[in-house]
């Protein structure tokens, strides 16, 4: 890690502390936020002919060939279990503070994955799709 690094890391560390996450919770975020953006890139593709697919019937997750579609093979699903913590850590946070932070998987690559939203990060009316930004980006 690099001195930017470090110093984007701890602003982090102290912004997500200063909502009432334990340190043990934050590293916690970090990890899911790094599955769910390995897995966005993933189901993007990984420039070698090859990206996630969830079959909507069962839910199982597969890495399917772009080449020829064909060749179909189970992998395991990281996004089930990321989200699922995810909601656990949400839910001690907010049960131990009594207020109501939720948090958005934004599934494009390209950017952070995880985001903490405040109840006033949205504004009334509007939906967090489109304003999901204005929380905390858990990427450093």
């Known amino acids: 890690m690099n001195r930017r690094e ?22 916690k975020l970090i990890r899911i936020q790094k599955t769910l953006h390995r ?11 090859w990206y996630l697919e969830r ?7 597969y ?9 179909r093979y189970r992998t395991p699903d990281r996004e089930t279990g990321a989200l699922r913590s995810l909601a656990a850590i949400i839910a001690a ?6 207020d109501n932070l939720t948090s958005y998987n934004q599934g494009d690559c390209r950017g952070c994955s995880l985001y903490i939203i ?17 929380g905390i980006a858990v990427c450093y």
Not at 55 to 61: A, N, P, R, S, V
């Open 63 to 71: 890495n399917v060939s772009s080449n020829d579609g064909n060749r």
């Open 39 to 49: 897995w966005s890139e993933r189901e993007c593709g990984d420039g070698n002919g």
């Open 118 to 134: 405040r109840p006033n990060d949205v504004r009334e009316g509007q939906s967090v799709d489109s304003c999901y930004s204005n």
């Open 6 to 27: 470090a110093e984007n890391y701890n602003h982090l560390h102290n912004a997500l502390q200063g909502l009432g996450f334990k340190h043990e919770e934050v590293e």
């Open 55 to 61: 079959d909507e019937e069962t839910g199982k997750t």
């Open 93 to 98: 946070r907010n049960e131990r503070e009594k």
